[in-house]
């Protein structure tokens, strides 16, 4: 059964009350950015005091510190002037369910959802399937804390990542709603330099 219309629903709702919302200027105006994991129970508006127009929100699998989350943290900066990043992770991440090989060989036998059972995902689809799931690197997790450092990391020793842009390392805890830091990541990304706000 389709959300289409409880979704075009809450749409009518929301925009019927939108008011000077529309007004909200390009650029982030809290200057910010958080990369986080797209797990439905997260919410970041929420766990980070967000209001519409405060900051950019990338999303993925994981959370991950991806080819793409990175064009997006750039343009962030380069073109609207963000000046910190949060890396945000969280406990209980479906990512760390699979690895690279299990993903791969569920889609290579179809291409319908798999179940979750006390051993992990197994595919309970009729085929066929593809076997390009096994060309792609799926950016699971074996270890929480390491990697939220992996991808501070990753985003600090980027070539078109500025110096002077902090970035924080932390795990939300979908038991609590707190966020908890990774000091490692937050180390690792701390700025080695400082802006010029002179001009």
Known sequence: MSVLDEVLAANNAYAADFGEKGDLGLPPARRFAILTCMDARLDPAKYAGLSEGDAHVIRNAGGRASDDAIRSLVISYKLLGTAEWFVVHHTNCGMEFF??????????????????????????GKGPGSPEGKNIDWLTISDQQQAVVDDVQRIRSHPLVPG?????????????GRLVEVPAATEAGRASETADNSG
């Open 164 to 176: 002077t842009i902090p970035v924080y390392g932390y795990v939300y805890h979908v038991e609590t």
């Open 99 to 124: 690895t690279n090989e299990l993903m791969g060989d569920l889609l290579e036998s179809s291409l319908e959802t798999a179940a979750l059972g006390d051993e992990g995902f197994y595919d309970v």
